[in-house]
C-alpha cells in the first residue's frame, strides 16, 4: 500500500468518525429539544438556539455523507 493509499484510508476514517459524532450529537440536541418542548417555562431563545444548531449539524452531516459516496462518473 502506497502512502498516498494510506493518506485515503486515514482522511476517510476521520470523515467516517466525524459522521459518527455529528450524528450522536444531532441525535442527542434531539432529545434535549423533546424534553424542553414538554416544559411550559422553556425559554424560547434557548429553543431556537438548540433548533438552529441542529439543523447546522443536520447540513454537515449530509455534506459529509455525500462527500463520502464515491463519485460514479469518475
Known amino acids: 500500500m502506497s502512502d498516498e493509499d494510506s493518506n485515503v484510508n486515514t482522511d476517510l476514517f476521520k470523515n467516517i468518525e466525524r ?7 444531532h441525535r442527542d440536541l434531539d432529545d434535549v429539544i423533546s424534553r ?20 447546522m449539524l443536520k447540513d454537515q452531516i ?12 469518475a
Open 62 to 73: 449530509a455534506r459529509l455523507e455525500s462527500q463520502l459516496i464515491p463519485d460514479l462518473n
Open 19 to 25: 459522521l459518527r459524532g455529528l450524528r450522536i450529537e
Open 36 to 55: 424542553l418542548s414538554m416544559d411550559f417555562k422553556v425559554d424560547e431563545l434557548q429553543m431556537k438556539r438548540l433548533k438552529k444548531r441542529k439543523l
